[in-house]
C-alpha cells in the first residue's frame, strides 16, 4: 500500500492528533521499537454509563482499498477493535490481545482482518476493506470482550497503543513517520487567591518524541495573559532557558512570549 497517507505522526494516537470519545491518556511503556513512545490509553467517563470508548481521526481516506493498522499491547483490558464510518456506516472488527492474539467474530463481509505478535506482547492490528464513497472516523477503541463497544467505563482499564499507520491498499510492512510531539500543560498555582495576594500558575512545554526522533525546529510559546485591574504578570523566578521567556506588552494587555530555538 501507500504509508503514512495519515497520520503525519506515526509514534502513538496523541502524538498523531486522533480525537478522543470517552478515552483518557496514562503514562509511557516500552514500544515495538525499543523507544519509550508507546501510549497508556484508558477508559474515561464512567458516570456516563454505557458508552462508546475510542480514538479517532476523521479526514475521509478516500475511495478503493484502504487499510488501518494499530500496535497494541494488553493492559487491564485485552480487547481492542478498529473502526471506520465507510460509506455512512460504522463498521468494527475485534482483536483479542491475550494468548498468541485472535481476531474476534462476525467480520464485517469484504473486511479482512489480521493480527500479527510482533514480540513482548505487542500484536500489529490491521484490517482492509473498499470505499465507494467515503471513510471517516477511522481509529480504534477499547473493550472486554468480543462484540462489545458500548459499555460503561472502570477508571484505570485500558491498553498501550504505538504505530498506527494509514494505507491506500493493502497492509505492508510499518514504516514510521515520527514528527515533533509536543505536550503543553498549565497550571495554576491555587485554586483561590484572596483579594491583593498574588497570583501566578506553571507552564511547560515537552517533546514526547523519542531521543533522536522528532525534533521540534523552530519552537516558540505565546499565551496571552489575563488582564485586570492592578494586574501585572512577570516571571518568577528568572526563567533560565533553553531559549528566552519575556512578557511583553502593557499591564492588562500582556502575553508571555517564549522562543525555545531547536
Not at 146 to 157: H, I, P, R, V
Not at 169 to 183: D, F, I, K, Q, R
Amino acid at each position: 500500500g501507500t504509508s503514512n497517507l495519515w497520520p503525519a505522526n506515526t509514534m502513538n494516537v496523541v502524538c498523531g492528533g486522533f480525537g478522543n470519545q470517552n478515552t483518557g491518556y496514562g503514562g509511557y511503556t516500552t514500544a515495538p521499537d525499543t523507544t519509550n513512545t508507546a501510549r497508556f490509553i484508558n477508559e474515561a467517563n464512567p458516570l456516563y454509563g454505557s458508552v462508546e470508548h475510542y480514538e479517532y481521526y476523521y479526514p475521509d481516506l478516500g475511495v478503493g482499498q484502504q487499510t488501518l493498522s494499530f500496535h497494541f499491547q494488553a493492559g487491564s483490558d485485552s480487547w481492542v477493535f478498529i473502526r471506520s464510518q465507510v460509506d455512512g456506516v460504522v463498521h468494527r472488527v475485534w482483536f483479542n490481545l491475550a494468548g498468541s492474539g485472535a481476531v474476534g467474530t462476525n467480520v464485517p463481509t469484504g473486511w479482512t482482518p489480521q493480527i500479527t505478535a510482533v514480540g513482548n506482547g505487542w500484536y500489529r492490528c490491521s484490517v482492509t476493506f473498499s470505499v465507494a464513497q467515503s471513510a471517516v472516523y477511522n481509529g480504534f477503541g477499547l473493550a472486554t470482550a468480543d462484540q462489545q463497544f458500548s459499555y460503561t467505563a472502570t477508571n484505570g482499564n485500558g491498553v498501550y497503543q504505538w504505530g498506527q499507520e494509514f494505507e491506500h491498499g493493502t497492509l505492508t510492512a510499518y514504516e514510521a513517520n515520527v514528527a515533533p510531539c509536543l505536550n503543553f500543560s498549565k497550571t495554576p498555582s491555587a485554586n483561590s487567591v484572596a483579594a491583593g495576594s498574588p497570583i501566578g500558575y506553571t507552564i511547560a512545554l515537552s517533546n514526547n518524541a523519542a531521543t533522536g526522533t522528532g525534533a521540534a525546529t523552530a519552537a516558540a510559546l505565546n499565551d496571552p495573559l489575563p488582564g485586570g485591574t492592578g494586574i501585572a504578570w512577570s516571571i518568577s523566578p528568572t526563567y533560565a532557558g533553553p531559549g528566552t521567556c519575556a512578557v511583553a506588552g502593557a499591564v492588562g494587555s500582556q502575553t508571555l512570549a517564549c522562543s525555545f530555538g531547536d
